[in-house]
């Protein structure tokens, strides 16, 4: 009899547990926006999260500004919620990163911002054909120096009307760790 209660509480934690796995993304939204969980959590530093204005359009973002948190990107996501995006800051202004898709589950548009203007916007960027190989992923890269790189969804950007030359009004930055 023991051993069928101990089974019955084993198969119960194992459903306990991935139920609150495959909810990770629910529970973060009811988190305030400085709390930490698993999954916002890399390298020892919590993720912030803002608001990206452009034009009429606020993008809820979250702000990356470590290199391996700018590595994973949206990838970690296999979608994105609508109105939202991943803001990422570099370690110095005018820079020219690449972008590439590696294990994105879904397209995006890809806004570059520089002063305070939207630059470029690079739109419907594709998945790629699974198995890839790195050397054969391609890179995105802005046509000028920027000092933030926006990502949303595939069509955000047309849908908003956002173009090169829109103002952009960034969340504050402050408090956001750098590395």
């Not at 926006?33 to 034009?55: D, H, R, Y």
């Not at 370690?91 to 630059?119: A, G, L």
């Amino acid at each position: 009899m023991k051993q069928i209660i101990l089974l019955f509480a084993l198969l119960v934690g194992v459903m306990a547990g991935t139920f609150w796995l495959s909810n990770r993304e629910d529970l973060e939204k009811l988190l305030p926006n400085n709390a930490s969980t698993p999954e916002s959590t890399q390298s020892n530093q919590v993720l912030k999260k803002g608001f990206v204005t452009i034009g009429s359009a606020k993008i809820e973002v979250e702000i990356v500004r470590t290199k391996q948190d700018r590595s994973t990107g949206l990838s970690k996501y296999d979608e994105l919620v609508k109105d939202t995006g991943m803001l990422f800051v570099f370690e110095r202004e005018d820079t020219r990163p690449p972008f590439w898709m590696k294990d994105m589950k879904f397209p995006i548009d890809i806004i570059w911002i520089n002063d305070d203007k939207v630059v470029q916007v690079t739109a419907n960027i594709p998945t790629l054909v699974t198995n890839t190989s790195e050397n054969r992923i391609p890179k995105y890269l802005p046509n000028q120096p920027v000092d933030y790189v926006l990502e949303v969804s595939s069509g955000f950007a047309k849908q908003e009307g956002i173009k090169a030359g829109d103002t952009v009004n960034l969340p504050n930055l402050d408090g956001v760790s750098q590395i």
